[in-house]
């Protein structure tokens, strides 16, 4: 299991975390973002679906319940669960069978939706801090452990901590 926790980083910070695991993600997987109202969960898929060639016009799936990426070799999957009240709510959409070749699902408000939507690769959960936003990854498999071993995350005790990809 690999875990990897950043404190008080800013939203530059987060966006530059995103564009270091975006390369390692283009095989599809699941990432669960989780944590409060505005903790920076859709601004994490944003980054990460701009560095994936998404273009720059991003919408939040908010109300949509699930916006819809077909990249070249990658469908990526953004939804946003925070409407359901039951997980047998998104029973309706068939989540499985949704495409073919890979897919990447990133997923906000999870817990809502556990049993029915892809279990995680890797846990991404954020909250509130002081300044900036408390980042907690949490790697589930030899995959996803992967992903994190080939981030390069510098400390630096002025800024808090900085995040480089190596993409
Ligand atoms: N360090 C940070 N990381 C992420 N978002 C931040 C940060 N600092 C400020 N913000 C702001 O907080 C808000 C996060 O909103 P959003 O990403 O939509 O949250 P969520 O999807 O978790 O509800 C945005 O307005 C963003 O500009
Ligand atoms: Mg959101």
């Known amino acids: 299991m690999v875990e990897i926790v950043l404190n008080g980083i800013d939203e530059d910070a987060l966006a530059a975390l995103a564009r270091g695991i975006a390369p390692?993600?283009?095989?599809g997987g699941s990432i669960h973002?989780?944590?409060?109202?505005?903790?920076?969960?859709?601004?994490?898929?944003?980054?990460?679906?701009?560095?994936?060639g998404a273009g720059e016009r991003i919408k939040s799936p908010t109300y949509t319940l699930i916006e819809t990426y077909a990249l070249p070799g990658l469908t990526v999957q953004h939804l946003d669960?925070?409407?359901?009240a039951a997980a047998e709510e998104l029973e309706w959409l068939g989540l499985r069978d949704l495409a073919d070749g890979p897919v990447l699902w990133l997923i906000e408000w999870p817990e809502r939706g556990m049993g029915a939507i892809p279990a995680?690769?890797?846990t991404i959960r954020l909250a509130h801090a002081d300044s900036g936003r408390d980042v907690h990854l949490h790697a589930h498999g030899e995959n996803a452990a992967g992903w994190l071993k080939a981030l390069h995350i510098e400390s630096d005790v002025n800024s808090g901590q900085q995040l480089s990809g190596d993409s």
């Not at 390692?24 to 095989?27: A, D, E, L, P």
């Not at 973002?33 to 994936?52: C, D, E, H, I, N």
């Open 24 to 27: 390692r993600v283009r095989g």
């Open 33 to 52: 973002l989780a944590g409060p109202l505005g903790a920076g969960k859709t601004t994490f898929a944003r980054a990460l679906l701009r560095a994936l």
């Open 81 to 84: 669960l925070y409407r359901i």
């Open 120 to 122: 995680p690769d890797l």
